[in-house]
């Protein structure tokens, strides 16, 4: 049922008739890594993307293809002695993940770990405090179109701060030495 009363300036329909719920918006899929200081890799799955590869979201290979061409080379050039944490997604499949760091010949990745099943919203820094800086920063950006958006949120997702970074981590208290209750009284 449409509300009685609606709030519109002079002038404006009260009314706005959509030809595409949001249920239906087109979706952007972001895979990225950071590490403690800086962003490290970043994928932008688009809808084309998925309408070429016949595909309604991330897959295996998609993460595996990424891994081959973005993570294991930056890893490669960046960081020494990896632990890579993830989510349970069906996506991140341990034995792939690490054949395909060995078939991008980067032995600097030691192991992947997961994060507890329903505990990524509580301590994964990416799905906190990094996705609404992200988000708040494209608010900001215009004109924002289809063809530019994936460019955007591949350069704002390398534009994060280490000050960003650093507190997300702090936050999310899976870092060496977080105090795990810094935002509580004592």
């Not at 990524?120 to 820094?125: D, E, V």
Request: proline share 6%.
């Amino acid at each position: 049922m449409y509300p009685r009363r609606t709030l519109v300036t002079p002038g404006q329909q009260a009314l706005i008739i959509v030809d595409k719920p949001s249920a239906y918006a087109s979706c952007y899929d972001l895979i990225g890594a950071i590490n403690g200081s800086q962003p490290v890799a970043c994928m932008v799955l688009t809808p084309d993307d998925r309408k070429e590869k016949d595909i309604k979201g991330v897959r295996k290979y998609i993460v595996n293809e990424w891994i081959l061409k973005k993570l294991a080379p930056a890893i490669n050039r960046l960081i020494d002695n990896v632990h890579l944490i993830c989510d349970k997604s069906r996506v991140h499949n341990e034995l792939d993940m690490m054949q395909a760091f060995k078939d991008a010949n980067c032995p600097s990745v030691i192991g992947i770990h997961y994060i507890p099943t329903a505990s990524t919203k509580y301590i994964s820094p990416l799905d906190n405090t990094i996705w609404h800086s992200l988000k708040e920063t494209l608010r900001g950006l215009y004109p924002i179109t289809a063809s530019n958006l994936p460019k955007l949120i591949s350069k704002t997702f390398f534009s994060l701060s280490r000050t960003e970074i650093a507190g997300a981590y702090r936050k999310s208290a899976i870092s060496y030495g977080a105090d795990v209750f810094y935002d509580q009284p004592h």
